[in-house]
């Protein structure tokens, strides 16, 4: 069956770090893959999504990039972070009847 | 990016009523999907729509999809305790383009 890890499931930065969330898919070739970010309290939003290897599609310009080395890794990173980074971010793919979320990473941001 | 209109925006019920819950968009969708968000968790799949004039049933949840193909409901019958969580609907034309509401968070008072 298809399974969807991401990781760390919370991350404490200072301002001015990077960042690398790592979002892997089991049980499926050539998904297509998204990065969303949730304020506290607040609906998701689509920060970018890949349908392959190298494919990166940016939704909001922002302080974050996305990157896809391999089929199944997708990667979300910045250079240096910003207090505004901080939220509750999700990886999903498309699949199982809809999209499938991992159970996300806590970022703040201090 | 485009948004849908979900609402209410939250809800306080006494366990065993019954709950409903809306989305609108101002474009056309072929996919409306309705998710569960538990806190710290990524949201989960509870029922996905496909047709216009859909109704789907999953326990306790009925959710249709809108004739006009704006618009989705969902339906929590006999409410119990677990039911409470942030609850978001999704739509999509094309599958790589999903949007989401905002959430109804769900407070259910024993």
């Known amino acids: 069956s298809q399974t969807i890890h991401q990781w760390p499931a919370t991350l404490v930065q200072p301002v001015g770090s990077p960042l690398s969330l790592e979002c892997t898919v089991e049980?499926?070739?050539?998904?297509?893959l998204y990065w969303y970010r949730q304020a506290a309290g607040r609906g998701l939003q689509l920060l970018f999504y890949?349908?392959?290897?190298?494919?990166i599609s940016s939704e909001v310009p922002q302080n974050l990039s996305a990157s896809r080395p391999q089929d199944r890794q997708f990667i979300l990173s910045s250079k240096k972070l910003l207090l505004s980074d901080s939220g509750f971010y999700l990886c999903?793919?498309?699949?199982?009847?809809?999209?499938?979320f991992g159970s996300g990473t806590r970022l703040t941001v201090v | 990016g485009q948004q849908l209109n979900q609402s209410p925006q939250s809800m306080f019920i006494q366990e065993g009523e019954d709950v409903s819950m809306n989305c609108t968009s101002s474009?056309?969708?072929?996919?409306w999907l309705w998710y569960k968000q538990d806190p710290g968790e990524g949201p989960v799949l509870l029922i996905a729509?496909?047709?216009?004039?859909e109704l789907t049933s999953n326990g306790r949840l009925t959710a249709q999809f809108g004739i006009t193909r704006k618009d989705s409901f969902l339906n929590i019958s006999a409410s119990i305790p677990s039911d409470v969580g942030i609850y978001f609907c999704?739509?999509?034309?094309?599958?790589?383009?999903?949007?989401f509401g905002a959430g109804t968070r769900l407070t259910v008072k024993p």
């Open positions: 999903a793919w498309r699949g199982g009847g809809g999209y499938t």
């Open positions: 890949s349908v392959g290897i190298g494919q």
């Open positions: 474009s056309i969708f072929n996919t």
């Open positions: 049980g499926t070739s050539n998904p297509n």
């Open positions: 729509l496909y047709k216009a004039g």
């Open positions: 999704a739509g999509s034309y094309n599958n790589n383009d999903m949007r």
